[in-house]
């Protein structure tokens, strides 16, 4: 093993075995590796200090370190790596309104960014745009803000990409908060993506599960990705804020304060030049006959490529009937026209969580299952034993759905019956 | 006109698996596809063309074999392709990738105007959407995400009017010229490849650009010039299959049993005989 001028024996990075994961970047303690531009790591000896944690952590063997020559890391060795960052305090939460009122979202992600600054012992700011915002600026601190930052101008009454991500970016420089969160809906992805290139910082979008690393203090953002095949833990070491977009429905609102205390700031605001975006019209979603949102039932009766049948129409419509549901969707049913692309669950359509699914000649190709995997319970009814759906759904049912669906509906109807 | 298309080749994601002994990705023998919604950007562009005249350029970025995806778009009708390639820009996050195809866009620009970008509203591997709103932001561009109908583009007045999918319904903006749009599904169906044009796609030329060819800082670049890392990987937790009845030996035995299994939880039960109102 090598030694450095300190007569200390260090770690060696193989370069043809590195794939340029980062991991051990992260995890070494004095900060001694980089990445070279050809994309691999690189272990500066002089500051390593032999800890042997990167070649604990390195999933491909791409470190050569003799693992009994360990030298133990002692505290005033360790480098923070916040040192930098001087002056980032608190976790912000932008608060978005929709329809005039505070989107859900926003008080999901107070109740969560309160959890996440107890660990960072930092406060929670509210970042509010839009004009005449002060009821919601209230609401804001009842759900938990400990202060509000607002700009109210007339220009921000209504949502344009420049406006709102050059205010938001201002704010984001005077107040200077270690976290920004954002909801990950239409408009806050819109938004966040502006906002994270004007400051310069990583974002991490759609996150699922945020949490505050113990020994460094930066946030975890874990993800999932590769259409939700895998998670990922993302974060963001050197730039602040770091940014991360949550899903909705996924942390939980506090409980509204009935004697909230906390201060609301009107901060000003020099609103870009330039020609500006005009909104010309609004068409709100009106539910046509027949039009559903998938996302939104509680029971689905999904239609498979084995039952793309428009015969069996009424069939599946019954079985929703009686269990409270509507009727969805796989991609090859939609693609035979048998149903609008509104219905469709799965990568290329909408995922769904429902209370009940229940897939009628669904195989169960990936792209279909990382739509429906959060169901809370699946029945599957298939034809062939080994179609993939079995493996994820609760309750399995090998037979042809023409004799086994009105079955099931005439056993649901008596049930029903007896309630 | 100048239309530029980035499209984005990224793995079949139905088939990424990870390695549960190393804990990493296993790519190989994974199919690599375009992504599907940059597809429909590209479809957009095309018909754009079709309709005001002017120019379809597809970008992409990636490794050598990424040039599949530009062949791919010559088959459809691209009239130029380059191809973002170079060791210093992988690893690259969001930011960086968006740096790395701005510089491209401007080089282009400057060769000849660009009118309106165009880009999938996410790719299917990481989901994020983000490279739409960074390249539009760092370039000043119109920023109009999630559309799904290019309404008209006025040359004379520089503007352009869409609609865009927002929460509760449909929102119809108008803004300057040059933008960027971000296409969700429903913005156009992509056509399927010409022979003539398979033929010619064959022949022609990917062009590759490295660092040095669009003038970038070699900090801004790849791992380097990108702010988020990943810590780590994991398989999300599964979910285990249950029982299977077998319905061609007792069809009612079947159904009844499943039912039985399916209601065995009283809370669950209660919920769907009462219509989920309990």
């Known amino acids: 093993m090598p030694r450095n001028t300190k007569g200390l024996e260090v770690a060696e990075i193989i370069p043809d075995s590195c794939i340029g994961c980062q991991i051990c970047l992260s995890e070494c303690p004095v900060g001694a590796i980089r990445l070279s531009a050809e994309g691999v790591a690189v272990i500066d000896p002089e500051a390593c200090v032999g800890c042997g944690k990167c070649s604990d952590v ?24 916040t040192e930098g960052l001087v002056g980032y305090q608190g976790v912000a939460v932008f608060i978005e309104v929709l329809n005039g009122r505070g989107a859900p979202v926003s008080w999901e992600l107070i109740g969560k960014g309160r959890e996440l600054a107890a660990k960072r012992k930092a406060r929670v700011i509210g970042l509010l745009l839009g004009y005449q915002m002060k009821e919601i600026a209230e609401e804001a601190i009842a759900y938990g803000c400990e202060e509000v930052q607002v700009i109210d101008n007339p220009l921000l009454q209504s949502y344009l990409s420049q406006t709102y991500g050059e205010a938001l970016a201002d704010l984001c420089r005077r107040i200077k908060p270690e976290i920004l969160l954002l909801g990950a809906t239409p408009l806050g992805r819109d938004l966040s993506g502006s906002v994270a290139t004007h400051l310069n910082t990583g974002l991490t979008a759609d996150c699922t599960a945020l949490d505050i690393d113990e020994e460094k203090g930066y946030l975890l953002m874990t993800r999932p990705t590769f259409g939700g095949n895998i998670m990922a833990t993302i974060y963001c070491q050197v730039h602040r804020p770091q940014m991360s977009t949550v899903r909705p429905k996924i942390m939980k609102a506090s409980a509204k304060d ?25 068409l709100k979603e009106t539910p046509q006959a027949g039009s559903v949102d998938i996302g939104q039932a509680p029971a689905l009766v999904v239609a498979g490529k084995g039952a793309c049948d428009p015969a069996s129409m009424p069939l599946l419509q019954e079985l929703a009937d009686l269990i409270g549901g509507v009727v969805a969707c796989s991609r090859p049913v939609v693609e035979s026209g048998l149903m609008p692309y509104e219905r469709q669950v799965g990568q290329t359509g909408k995922t769904v969580a429902p209370k009940l699914y229940i897939g009628v000649g669904i195989s169960g190709a990936v792209q279909h299952l990382v739509g429906m995997q959060g169901s809370e319970k699946i029945l599957a009814i298939n034809s062939d ?8 759904a609760d309750v399995g049912l090998v ?9 099931l509906v005439a056993s649901l109807k008596k049930k029903l019956g007896s309630v | 006109m100048h239309f530029v298309c980035c499209i984005k080749q990224v793995p079949d994601t139905a088939e990424v698996k990870i390695d549960p002994q190393t804990n990493t990705l296993i790519r190989s023998g994974v199919a690599s596809i375009s992504n599907p919604f940059d597809m429909v950007a590209l479809e957009a562009a095309l018909r754009l063309k079709e309709q005001y005249g002017g120019k379809v350029t597809a970008i992409s970025m990636g490794p050598p074999q990424a040039e599949q995806v530009l062949r791919e778009a010559l088959s459809l009708g691209a009239d130029e392709t380059i191809l973002l390639s170079d060791r210093p820009f992988a690893g690259a996050d969001t930011l960086a990738t968006s740096y790395t195809l701005v510089k491209a866009i401007e080089r282009l620009n400057r060769h000849l105007p660009v009118d309106l970008v165009l880009c999938g509203k996410q790719a299917i591997d990481g989901d994020t959407g983000q490279t739409g709103p960074n390249i539009a932001t760092r370039l000043g561009y119109t920023q109009l995400t999630y559309v799904v109908a290019i309404q008209w583009i006025d040359e004379n007045k520089r503007q352009i009017q869409v609609c865009r999918k927002v929460e509760g319904g449909i929102e119809v903006i108008r803004g300057p010229l040059p933008a960027l749009v971000t296409a969700e599904l429903e913005l156009a169906k992509p056509r399927r490849a010409s022979l003539p044009l398979l033929i010619r796609s064959l022949r022609s030329e990917v062009k590759v650009w490295r660092a040095e060819d669009i003038q970038a800082d070699p900090q801004k670049l790849g791992l380097k010039g990108s702010p988020t890392w990943v810590k780590k990987i994991f398989s999300p937790p599964v979910r285990e299959g249950g029982p299977k009845f077998y319905a061609h030996e007792d069809l009612q035995g079947a159904v009844e049993k499943s039912l039985e ?18």
């Open chain 1, 399 to 407: 037979g042809n759905y023409l004799q086994v669906v009105p079955a």
């Open chain 2, 261 to 278: 299994a399916l209601l065995a939880d009283k809370k669950f039960a209660s919920q769907l005989l009462s219509h989920w109102e309990a």
């Open chain 1, 258 to 282: 009935s004697n909230p205390k906390g201060d609301i700031h009107f901060q000003p605001w020099n609103p870009p030049a330039g020609e500006m975006a005009k909104i010309i019209d609004f």
């Open chain 1, 58 to 81: 390195c999933p491909v063997e791409a470190v050569r370190f003799e693992k009994k020559r360990r030298q133990k890391v002692t505290q005033e060795r360790k480098k923070d790596f």
């Open chain 1, 385 to 392: 034993p080994q179609a993939p759906i079995f493996r994820v």
